[in-house]
């Protein structure tokens, strides 16, 4: 069975919390989960999120994609398989590394225009 987990949309992370009701248990004498609702919250982003639904096989379909758009990125992928790292795990790094990328450049068109 494939099995799915909640993943944030802003940080990828799967630290993350669904409004729901509890409802009152007699037998057990405890609140027990009675439903959920479609708003999410992420631990780490501390702020509202939606959610995807990631699957194990949707990261190594991720990682196939990778591989075949740049072979380097390939190289350091089965390096880090080699060693162990989750498929989970390897496109969350590449992820935080094509962010910091993103924020290098943009940071850089500021200076140009400031500059012009
Ligand atoms: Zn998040």
New binding site residues.
């Given amino acids: 069975m494939t099995k799915l987990r909640p993943t944030?949309r802003?940080?990828k992370?799967h630290n993350v919390l669904a409004d729901a009701y509890a409802q009152w248990d007699e037998d057990r004498g405890d609140w027990t989960l009675s439903s959920t609702f479609d708003n999410y919250e992420?631990v780490?982003?501390e702020g509202e999120?939606s959610v995807e639904w990631v699957s194990e096989e949707d990261y190594a379909k991720i990682i196939e994609e990778l591989t075949a758009l740049d072979p380097a990125l390939g190289l350091l992928i089965a390096r880090d398989r080699k060693l162990g790292v989750s498929d989970e795990e390897i496109v969350e790094r590449i992820r935080e590394a094509v962010d910091d990328e993103t924020r290098r450049r943009a940071s850089l068109d500021k200076e140009r225009t400031t500059h012009v």
């Fill in positions: 944030c802003w940080c992370g992420c780490d982003c999120t």
